[in-house]
Structure formats: C-alpha cells, structure tokens
C-alpha cells in the first residue's frame, strides 16, 4: 500500500468524521431509522408500482401505507374528508405539528417493466409515471424515523402524516384542506421525484377543471338530418373557438381539452357530446378571467349549433406559494447529505432510457443545484400542494429518481421507479424531509421564521377553495 493512497484513505476518513460531527445527534438518528427501514420503505414502493391504482381508486396503495404506519407505532384514521383512500397517520403530542405529505395514486396507460426501452407490463395498463409509488414510501419512513425520536424522548411535537389520493386527476388535497387537516400544522413537508436534486423554490400553475356538455336532438345523418340538433357540431365550434382564443391570452396561459364523448356512431346525429377542459397560469388572478371567457365560449357553442348545455366544475388548484426560509433550511440538510451515487450498470441503465428517448446520452444527475432564485413566472406543471401551501408554510423538495431530461408522465419515469435508481431516490428524499424535520422539531426560531415568511407573502389573499360539492369518487 502507497503513502499517496494511505493519505487519501485518512483524508477520506477526517471528512466523513466532519461531515458526521456536523449532522448532530438526531439527524444521525433519522438517517439510521430510515437505513433500518430502507428494505420494507423499498417493498411498499414497489408494491405501490405494482398495483398502479389510480385516482380516487388506490385502496391497496393506500392500506399498504396506512398498515406500515400503524405496525410502526402511529395512529392512522382512514377515509378522511369523505375519501376513503385518504388517512392521517399521526405521533405524538403539542407543538410543533410538522406534516409530511404521502401520495401514491398512478396514470392511465403507462404500464412498464423495469426495462430502459418501451415494454409494457400489461398492455393498457396504469403506470407510476409521476413516481408516486416513492413519494408516499420515501414520506412515510420520515414520519416513522421522527415519530421514533418523538418516543425516546429526544424531541418533543407532533408528526402528522397525510396520504394524499388523486394528485394526478381530481386533486384531492383541496377537500382535504377544506376538511380542516391542516388547521393545526405549523409546517408542511413535501417532496416530488425528479430529475435532480434541489430543494424546491418554484411555484406551479395555477388551475380550474371543469366538463362541458352538449345537448341536442339525434336524426338520422343522411335521411333526416334536418331533424337533428348536433350535439357534436357545438363540441367542434367550442373547440375551434378555444383554438382560436389562444392568440388572444397571456404567454404564461395555458388551455387544454380533453373530448370526452363527440358521438358514437356516423350515420346518427349525437344528440350528446362532452369535453374536459382545463385552465392554466402561474397566477390565479390571471388563470380565473380567463376560465371565465372560456365559459362563455360554451354558450356561444352552443348557440350557434341550437343545442342546449351544461357547464360542471371538476375542481380547481392554487399556484404554490414558496417559502425560501423553509428551502434554505432544506438546502443546508441536502449539502449535509451530498449527492448519490450510482453504479455503473445504474448509469448504463439511465443512458439506456436516454438513448431511446432521444435525449443526450449523459446519465444521472445527483449533484446537489444551488438554491435558485425564485421565478415569477416559472413554467412547468401543477399540484395541489398549492392548496396546501396557501393554508400552512410548505417546504418542497425535488430529488433525482430518473436519468436526466427524461420525460415526465412517460413510460421511461415507470421503468426507472420500480428499479434500483429510484430506490435510491426515495430513500434520500426520506432522510433529507427527515433532517429538515429534525430542525424544525428543535428550533422553535426556525418555525416562527418560516411562518412570519408565509403569512408575508400570503399578505391579504383569502383562500377559497375552488371545488363546487363532494369528491368526484367512482368518476373515473
């Protein structure tokens, strides 16, 4: 053995002891939870995966979840806010309260093997494109390794975590606001598989949903048509007026629609017709206007083609109001921790997926991003974390589970989370939420920071959830 590699061993050495020395205590006892309970956090993923139960309809995902938590020591109430796959699993006593939120429900049409090319498991299938199967496990073991800490007495509060059904579609975080489960929160924690690691500072889109439906009168197509009020026409004519708004909105706007039913047969004019169409913006203030001139689009619609029609509010999300105090202290927690490593048939694996979704054969990304500043105008999705983070300070946190550029909501997403890649993401995502926690949990300056830069940046605004009656169950 050379004295070069003896020096760089002791090197090596001195820094893990540093690095060690810094976490403290309590983060060392999160991270030691959540390496005793990697390999069952690691079974309820991929049974998550596996069972790929979508919106409003992940019963076993959520038992699989709620069953762990209660094995664990943490009180669980199922079917909260009128959901039966919604619940709270909950430890402890007083303040702080610190949730963490847990999703699970899956997309339609994305079933994959754990392969780096296109292979569905069953064909038609669901598929966790979005990674849920990791954020509801990688949440769960946070909540276990604090509820832990709560019990021997190292520090003292509430943990409260909430399994939170149908992101994907209906967004089921907005009738569980509107239940009260986050009135007694100081502070809320989140996370969401990515393509990097980074504590999370962007807001979303804000949204509405809502379905259109046209009524008319069927005819025979070809030897009374005359007869007929043609429920399909108005569906064409709202379209071709949807498309031609587009010019006339703000950039950062967005319009989608989804047809629904435009007719089921040729030779009979549909006297029904119906569309889903969603309204977006970073800004709620600009995304509400513009719902409201695509309503009136309907009428118009419907008008024209003399048929009559009906306008039903799906639900609607806020934008997520970001809290840099919280991602500062997610920040130094992500430092502590440094990036992930990967071993070489892993790379190969995340190349793989690049190779055959066109993307730059570069691999995996888990160098730790910098705190970004805050965009105000920042693109991308939607959640309904937004929802959440209007009514209590949220930290958000985004870590790698897939290779770099990889599309989101695809089959690549899918292959990578039911693997060792996204494995390692979600239990890195655990102890990150877990060490921020812990800071939390034993500061009580940092907890009042946190929410003195919430209550500013919500100023004036009142929240009103944008849900018109009870969760859509059984509507898919």
Known sequence: MNKNFLTLLFIAATLQFAVGQKIGKN????????????????????????LAE????????????????????????????????AFTATYGSGKPVISILGEFDALPGLSQKTEPTKNPRIDGAPGHGCGHN????????????????IADGKIKGTVKFLGTPAEEKYFAKVWMVEAGLWDDVDVNISWHPGANIEADVQSGLSLIDFIVEFYGQAAHASADPWNGRSASDALELYTTGINYYREHI????RIHYHIQDGGQVVNVVPDYSKIWVRVRDPKRKVMLPTYEQVKKMAEGAAIMANVEYKISLVSGIYETLVNR?????MQENLELLGPITYTAEETAFG????????????????SIEPLKET??????????????????????LSVTVAPKDTPWHSWAVVACGGMSIGHKGMVYASKAMAMTMVDLFENQKLVDKVKEEFKNRKGDEKYEAMIDG???IGSN
């Open 27 to 50: 983060k060392q006892a999160v991270i030691t939870s959540i390496e005793k309970h990697k390999s069952e956090l690691i079974r309820i993923s991929d049974s998550i995966w596996a």
């Open 54 to 85: 979508t919106a409003f309809e992940e019963s076993k995902s959520a038992e699989v979840l709620a069953e762990y938590a209660e094995k664990n020591g943490l009180k669980v109430t199922r079917g909260v806010a009128d959901i039966p796959t």
């Open 134 to 149: 990791m954020f509801g496990a990688a949440s769960l073991g946070s909540a276990i390794a604090i509820k832990e800490l």
């Open 250 to 253: 703000k950039p950062t706007s």
């Open 325 to 329: 105090s919280g991602g500062e202290i």
């Open 351 to 366: 190349k793989a997926i690049q190779k055959a979704t066109g993307k730059p054969e570069v691999g995996m990304d888990s």
């Open 375 to 396: 965009e105000e105008f920042p693109g991308g999705g939607s959640t309904d974390v937004g929802d959440v983070s209007w009514n209590v300070p949220n930290i958000n």
């Open 470 to 472: 009870p969760p859509p």
